[in-house]
């Protein structure tokens, strides 16, 4: 049995693996013919990524024999790889000069899973200081409103000489410990009534105090920072966590509540806010100017129809920063809405497996950070998507794991490596805690 799962286990690797390596050999004899005067389609040519697709190759090779010996899951890892093929021949693609970059992010971000599985029992204990977590997310969050740079219309990015980092990406980390800890040890007090308001039971307002602080800081970040993604997420994952610790649908009334009011300030303080609304109602009135990416991402939608244009036939060029924010726009038009839906299935795939090993945890912190991470992952994707297709206002947060970007695919492995380290099966925990004993 145990041999037949190893088997499985390789299999399942070596599928996202052949992707990468096909899709690259697709772009380098659609390369070939125009030699060195290919411009920037030189990369392809020159060869300068394949060090780091060895380096990639021998750190998967080596995690994935660590999950195998170890007992952990080993689905999670296939998937995320497909994800990031994908992503990778598609920057490859529209971005042959960032190839190597976000292949040198891969390395990095598999170094960094392999960490998070190796010290797992020392970054739980984290989970012990709830209010901690809680101030330093605030402090990361705060850091872009005091020195942060706008890139992309969004105030969300710390710059260091050649290296920029969005401080968001590794806060809602730490939001995910900190509402996984609060929840936990609060969760029987915050379904005590403490008022009723016809059909709603309002709980002590000191407990929901900091729920209610992490509201107002999604609700800052757009404003302050115009981060409209981040702080749908933030809002998101602090609702949808509540929700599941505590079964109550009042927080669900209450959060639709807040964030509808300020939504409603917001756009009569703030010019940007309506801009940024304006255009999602009706982008035909600016088409060459504020609304020109949603509507090329439109044209892209339409274009690829259900097979596609084919890989490398596609112009989704005309989008500007296709590939960050746009990225799914390009797969929908090259790879149609088959390739599309494919994309999806691989975060709603993820998010199932998520689930199902947040219900095998015994720990209800540990069941809430599980679920936390499956839901962080599926919603930031839903988020993208729904931007991209027009359905939710513009909001620039990256698809993870495969949009370009260096700080996206290293918190995305870090939540991976932690929803790895809960997958442990019991049976190998307690034979290794029996070994040290």
């Known amino acids: 049995m145990r041999t037949e799962t190893a088997g499985a286990g390789w299999g399942l690797l070596l599928a996202p693996l052949g992707l990468l390596v096909m899709g690259l050999m697709v772009l380098w004899l659609k390369a070939h013919p125009q030699g060195v ?14 060090p780091y697709i060895l380096l990639a190759f021998a750190e998967l090779i080596a995690l994935q024999a ?4 170890k007992r952990y899951d080993t689905a999670l890892l296939p998937l995320v790889m497909l994800l990031v093929s994908l992503g990778l021949i598609e920057i490859a693609r529209l971005k042959p000069e960032l190839c190597a970059a976000q292949l040198r992010w891969l390395c990095i971000s598999l170094l960094t899973a392999f960490i998070v599985l190796l010290f797992w029992a020392r970054i739980k204990q984290l989970l012990a200081y709830q209010y901690l977590l809680g101030i330093a997310c605030v402090l990361i969050l ?15 990015w710390l710059v260091f000489g050649p290296f920029s980092v969005q401080p968001s990406e590794f806060g809602k980390i730490l939001l995910l410990f900190f509402l996984a800890a609060y929840l936990s040890d609060h969760r029987r007090v915050l379904t005590l009534p ?14 929901i105090a900091p729920l209610i602080c992490i509201w107002g800081a999604a609700v800052l970040m ?6 409209l993604g981040s702080a749908l997420l933030f809002f998101g994952m602090a609702v949808l966590m509540t929700y599941m610790a505590t079964g109550s649908k009042t927080y669900v009334f209450l959060a639709l509540a807040f964030i509808g ?22 982008p035909w009135q600016d088409p060459n100017g504020m609304a020109y990416q949603v509507v090329q991402s439109l044209f892209a939608f339409g274009t690829g129809g259900i097979w596609g244009t084919g890989f490398g036939f596609g112009h989704p060029g005309f ?11 390009a797969i929908a038009e090259e790879w149609g809405l088959v390739g599309s839906l494919s994309v999806l299935l691989c975060y709603v795939l993820l998010a199932w497996r998520g689930v199902r090993l947040a219900l095998a945890c015994r720990e209800v912190r540990e069941a809430l950070l599980a679920a936390g991470v499956a839901l962080l992952l599926l919603l930031q994707a ?31 492995f870090i939540e991976i490596g932690i929803l790895l380290s809960l997958s442990r099966q019991p049976q190998a925990r307690a034979k290794e805690r029996d070994a040290h004993a």
């Not at 403490?194 to 407990?207: K, T």
């Not at 757009?222 to 981060?227: A, G, I, L, P």
Request: hydrophobic content about 50%; cysteine-free; charged content about 15%.
């Open 382 to 412: 839903f988020i993208i998507i729904a931007g991209v297709t027009k359905f939710l206002p513009l909001t620039g947060i990256t698809l993870p794991f495969v949009s370009y970007g260096g700080s996206s695919m290293v918190a995305g």
């Open 142 to 156: 705060g850091l872009p409103m005091l020195f942060g740079t706008e890139i992309g219309g969004s105030r969300n």
């Open 194 to 207: 403490a008022r009723s308001i016809g059909p709603l039971v309002l709980p002590p307002l000191r407990f």
């Open 37 to 50: 005067q290919a411009g920037a389609q030189s990369v392809l040519l020159g060869m300068d990524y394949l």
């Open 66 to 69: 660590m999950l195998l010996r």
């Open 261 to 282: 009011v300020a939504a409603a300030l917001s756009y009569m303080a703030f010019g940007h806010v309506r801009v940024r609304f304006d255009i999602w109602l009706d």
């Open 222 to 227: 757009f404003v302050v920072e115009r981060d």
């Open 319 to 329: 989008i500007p920063e296709v590939h960050t924010d746009f990225i799914y726009a």
